[in-house]
């Protein structure tokens, strides 16, 4: 237990979480307070990549033509063990509804520790990409479970970006609040006008 939470009681620290989450949301990091992981781990790879984020049942970003699904994961194990994805979904044609399957690994204090760009042909081998069962009555159900192993890292088909997002990450994290931009905004364009801030807001690329 850290120190600095040691005088606010559990229902505190809950709220807190929560006024962050939504903040998070708001800013435009996440889709919604329920979906810190996921919606980090696509925000992050889509401003590495610069993919355009359009968030899906299918897929959740394009690169020109190229649809790509982005699944994100937290695991402390990475990279000694294999990591395994939420549910993937629309997958009942044999032909996936996406070109390019990215997968984000975050560690548990949400530090990126792998990130890897997939083939959707490869990303759905049998071996990696399997469809999921409902234990209590043995029915498959209408989702598939993927698999990342080690082993990817060593196959020239696949993109490990995992240091331009990591690189992401480390922009996000020291970029300036939303008002010191406001602030710097006001000053920026009283001097120099709103072209030159709209090229600085192009070349930092702030999110706010």
Not at 7 to 22: C, H, K, W
Not at 35 to 60: F, K, N
Not at 190 to 203: I, M, P, S
């Amino acid at each position: 237990m850290s120190d600095k939470y040691d005088d606010l009681s559990t229902g505190a620290v809950i709220s807190m979480v929560l006024a962050g989450l939504r903040e998070l949301a708001e800013r435009g990091m996440i889709k919604s307070p329920k979906d810190l992981v996921g919606g980090l781990g696509e925000y992050l790879i889509c401003r590495a990549m610069g993919w355009q984020h359009e968030p899906s049942t299918a897929y959740d970003a394009r690169s020109g033509e190229t649809r790509i699904q982005i699944k994100s994961r937290t695991s402390k194990h990475w990279p000694r063990r294999a990591v395994s994805t939420g549910d993937v979904r629309d997958l009942d044609n044999t032909k996936p509804p996406f070109e390019l399957f990215a997968v984000v690994v975050f560690n548990d204090e949400l530090e990126v520790t792998g990130a890897f760009v997939i083939p959707a042909d490869l990303a759905m081998r049998p071996s990696d990409m399997k469809r999921r069962k409902n234990g209590q009555t043995g029915q498959y159900r209408d989702s598939w479970v993927y698999t990342l192993r080690p082993a990817i890292r060593d196959l020239p088909e696949v993109d490990d970006v995992t240091k331009q997002v990591q690189e992401a990450h480390r922009q996000l994290c020291e970029a300036p609040t939303p008002a010191q931009i406001a602030m710097l905004r006001t000053k920026v364009i009283a001097h120099f006008g709103e072209d030159v801030w709209a090229q600085r807001q192009e070349y930092f690329g702030w999110a706010f």
